[in-house]
C-alpha cells in the first residue's frame, strides 16, 4: 500500500514577512497522520521555514539542485548536499518551469536526479507534456522519454526511492486541470512503463498529479488508483487550501 503525499511548489513567491505568514497558517492546519506532506519554498527562505515549521510533521524540499553534489565554484546554484545541510528532505527535479523557460535537458534533469539521491535526498521527477504534444497525440510517448533517460542514468531501483509528478505542462496555473481519467491513463502508462523493468518498482513508486488542483477538485483525482497525491502549485500559498488537499488525500 502506498502512502499518499501532498507537496506544496511556493515557486518564486514570497517575502520573509508572508513566508512567516505562510508558516504559522500551516503549523496549525490539522493534517491527516497518513500522508506525507512536504513544502518546498524558495531556497532563500528554506533556512526560516526549517526552523518555523521544526516538530511539525512537514517536511521541507528544495525546488531545484546542480547536477553536482558537493560545494563548489557554480554561481548561483545550490548543491544537493548543501540542501541536505540546510534541513531538507526532498528536492524538486525536472519543474517544467525549468525544462522549458530554463532550458533543462532530460539529461540534465536526470544528473540532478542522480544528484539529489547521492546527496540522500529524495527528488520528485516532474514529468509532463505539453498542449501542442498533447493535441498531437504524443503525451505518452513524451512522459516515457523523460522517464526513461532518468531510469537509464540511475537505474530503475532508483525510481523507487524517489516519487514521480506528472504534471501536464497545460493545467499548470491556467486553472485547466486533466480530468481524473485524463491523469489516470497517464498514471497508469507511467506504472506500466516502471513495471515493464520491475514490477516491485512499479507497485512502491509513488505517482503524483499536479496540474491546477485544488480542494474542490482533489477528492475525485486522488480516487484514482494510480494517483498517489498532488504536487500543488497556486493553492499551496493558502494554507487553509492546503490542508483541505492534504486531508483529501488522507481520506
Ligand atoms: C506546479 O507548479 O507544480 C503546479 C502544479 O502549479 P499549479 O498547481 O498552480 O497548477
New binding site residues.
Partial sequence: MRRAMVAG?W?MHGTRASVCELTGALAVQDLPANVDVAVFPPSLFIGQVVEALAGKSIAIGGQNCATQVEQGALTGEIASSQLVDAGCELVLVG?S?RRLILGESDQVVAQKFAAAQLAGLVPIL?VGETLEQREAGETLQVIARQLAVVIRVSGVAAIAKAVV?Y?PVW????GLTATPEQAQEVHQAIRRQLAAEDAEVAQATRILY????KAANAADLFGMPDIDGG??????LNANEFGAICRAAGS
Avoid: D, M, P, Y
Avoid at 493545467?171 to 491556467?174: N, P, R, S, V
Fill in positions: 511548489n515557486k519543474h518551469e516532474c509528478a504534471e493545467a499548470i496555473g491556467t499536479g496540474g491546477s488542483v504536487l500543488i502549485g497556486g493553492a499551496s
